[in-house]
């Protein structure tokens, strides 16, 4: 008996074992199922609720057949490499014709001082889900709990709609507030856009697929053509632009082109497959160009220009942003007029002029533009792109300002946006197939372009000691193969 009851103990103690491993088991059999039927009802058309009509003619799209496209070879800024070595012209004296030149500048007494932009009290980055350093100012954003979930899997078609499912029934509307907000206050273009958006998905996301997502969720929210495909089982994100953005490769969907921004400099990504349509509504064209330059913090830095002229020495020194040339360095190849019609900075212009204006004011105009000419020729040192970046990179005024070396479309739009301000001179950019000069709507003589029927008289600031009216040699018979329209300055 006692036996018996020790068994039935024994017996007891394991049932009531085997009971709390059934309820265990049990209980996790319902999480799981929870977890499970969450992730299937994420997942699942039926269940999504979204707050933008427009996303659920985007989820047809989205499961529609896709098609294949083959990728667009990258275009080069230039058919025939550029030349590595420059002569020097034979010295040729100005003719003293025009008014005098009187040079007015105001030098206001911000300049140099290292000022700190003012910050929305939301976009502090004190109590933020992502913190990052932005060109010298540190943002934070809150991140939709909701979209933190999305995740592209399977990695096929359908996992990029099971993607934008999720985030379009998260509270993403915060999110895209506040990244109009900050790009407002930066005075961001396109560019900074781009840059701003990736750098909040790669802190968001680890896997670069995700990130790509991201951002392709958010640019489509802002607006903006932008498409994500499929190659090799990785998404693809691509940006419209009606400009041609050069050594990038890109696709011809539906007679526009859409560019791989990423793979800018590093060739095909081949074949990929992607849908045909827009989101709805959301047709803006990516855009390059800086007609006015971003806002950020200054890191105020100072450089010595020196030249020579006629043997004798100038020296002009000047002011930049540091988080502005680190801006413009992560910048693709834009067309030149992007190039040619970003402004310097205010405070990096007026340091320049400046000096300038001393050694010019008081000389006749064509002694004045000759001098700007020679200073840009002897500023700087001649190298081609390939052998000072080991590839094709045009510089705005501002970078060529900081670099030692430049070559030919780099002094050019250096010399075409001086010109402009501080003479208020009509300027074209003049293309040949490995050379790029300018010309100026003056009434001078010597080689000259027409330009919409009107005569524009050749200065090349790579053509060291050349006056006006100078040609290289070897372009005197050649057409030009384009110009560039310099847009004419605004300054009062």
Not at 154 to 168: E, L, R, T, W, Y
Not at 462 to 482: D, F
Request: with cysteine.
């Amino acid at each position: 008996m006692l036996h018996n009851k020790v068994g039935e103990q024994k017996s007891y103690n394991q049932f009531g074992h085997f009971k709390l491993l059934l309820v265990a088991s049990a209980l996790f059999s319902i999480l799981n199922a929870q977890s499970f039927s969450d992730f299937k009802r994420s997942q699942s058309d039926s269940f999504t609720s979204y707050k933008d009509e427009k996303d659920k003619t985007f989820n047809n799209y989205l499961k529609s057949s896709w098609e294949a496209y083959s990728s667009k070879k990258p275009i080069s800024l230039y058919e025939k490499p550029k030349p590595v070595e420059i002569t020097r012209a034979r010295h040729r004296n100005i003719k003293k014709i025009g008014p005098k030149v009187n040079i007015k500048i105001k030098k206001d007494d911000s300049i140099n001082k290292n000022v700190e932009i003012s910050k929305p009290a939301d976009m502090m980055s004190d109590n933020k889900d992502v913190i990052f350093d932005f060109f010298g100012t540190s943002v934070g954003f809150n991140i939709p709990k909701g979209m933190q979930r999305s995740k592209f899997y399977p990695q096929n078609q359908k996992g990029i709609k099971n993607f934008f499912d999720s985030a379009a029934v998260s509270d993403y509307e915060y999110l895209v507030d506040e990244i109009n907000k900050v790009s407002n206050n930066f005075n961001l273009n396109d560019w900074g856009k781009y840059l701003l958006i990736k750098k909040i998905s790669e802190k968001i996301f680890l896997n670069q697929d995700d990130a790509r997502l991201l951002s392709w969720f958010i640019f489509n929210k802002l607006g903006y053509s932008v498409r994500v495909g499929l190659a090799n089982k990785h998404v693809i994100l691509m940006h419209h632009s009606k400009k041609t953005i050069y050594s990038t490769p890109n696709y011809s969907i539906d007679n526009k082109k859409f560019y791989v921004i990423s793979n800018y400099g590093q060739g095909s990504v081949g074949r990929i497959f992607t849908y045909k349509q827009n989101y709805p509504d959301s047709d803006k064209a990516f855009d390059l160009s800086m007609e006015t330059l971003p806002n950020f913090n200054e890191d105020i830095k100072s450089k010595l220009l020196s030249f020579r002229q006629y043997g004798k020495k100038y020296n002009i020194n000047y002011n930049y942003n540091q988080n502005l040339l680190d801006f413009m360095s992560t910048y693709p190849q834009a067309d030149y007029e992007t190039f040619f019609n970003t402004p310097l900075e205010e405070n990096t212009y007026k340091d320049i002029a400046l000096g300038l204006k001393k050694e010019i004011n008081g000389k006749r105009a064509s002694e004045a533009i000759n001098f700007v000419l020679n200073f840009v020729q002897n500023a700087f040192k001649y190298e081609v792109d390939a052998q000072q970046f080991g590839r094709e990179k045009v510089m705005f005024a501002e970078e060529t300002l900081y670099y030692d070396k430049s070559d030919c479309e780099d002094r050019a739009i250096l010399f075409s946006y001086l010109i402009k301000e501080l003479f208020s001179i009509s300027v074209v950019g003049v293309k040949y197939k490995d050379h790029m000069a300018t010309a100026l709507y003056i009434p001078m003589n010597g080689d000259s372009v027409k330009v919409h029927k009107k005569k524009f008289v050749i200065a090349d600031p790579t053509y060291l000691n050349a006056s006006i009216g100078q040609s290289m040699p070897r372009y005197k018979p050649v057409k030009p193969e384009s110009f560039i329209i310099v847009k004419n300055s605004t300054r009062k």
